[in-house]
């Protein structure tokens, strides 16, 4: 496993995602903490709004940039239709596929377009600078849902005692 691949799925500046969803059941997945703005359901949705979009964008189809950051936060409606077991696997179907894409050294290196917010000019990068953004992002608000859990009682999940 490569080091890029290994910040997507694995265990290397943190916790694996696996570690961090772990023991989180619907209930706990939507309690908002005290003076927190989002519930750990809303950080997931959001890791996995901007993984599909780095997907698309590195398979080249230039999905729009969503015109207000709020966009890629669920709504109610968005809540209701998915319940926290299928966004756990929609983020694991999507960051095993974001994985694979960091194994082919020569596809890391093409270059994609990536829109921009409304009235910037659309950025391009590689594969591998998209794939890095992508990580950092995860990785900070996967410490988000760690602090929420931290909050709410339920760190570190029940294996950390093994």
């Not at 988000?144 to 029940?158: E, K, N």
């Amino acid at each position: 496993m490569n080091e890029l691949e290994r910040t997507l799925v694995g265990d290397s500046a943190a916790a694996p995602p696996a570690y961090i969803l772990e023991d989180l059941d619907e209930d706990l997945a939507h309690r908002h903490a005290p003076g927190a703005p989002r519930s750990i359901y809303e950080e997931l949705w959001h890791i996995v709004y901007w993984q599909q979009m780095t997907l698309e964008w590195i398979s080249g189809k230039e999905t729009p940039y969503p015109e207000q950051a709020s966009i890629s936060f669920p709504e109610e409606q968005d809540v209701k239709k998915e319940g926290w077991d299928d966004l756990r696997e929609r983020f694991f179907d999507g960051v095993l596929k974001a994985a694979a894409a960091t194994r082919d050294a020569h596809e890391l290196e093409v270059v994609v377009r990536c829109p921009s917010p409304p009235g910037s000019p659309v950025r391009t990068m590689t594969v591998r600078e998209q794939l890095e953004s992508l990580t950092a992002h995860n990785a900070y608000h996967f410490g988000r849902i760690v602090l929420l859990r931290q909050i709410l009682g339920s760190w570190p999940p029940a294996s950390a005692a093994v």
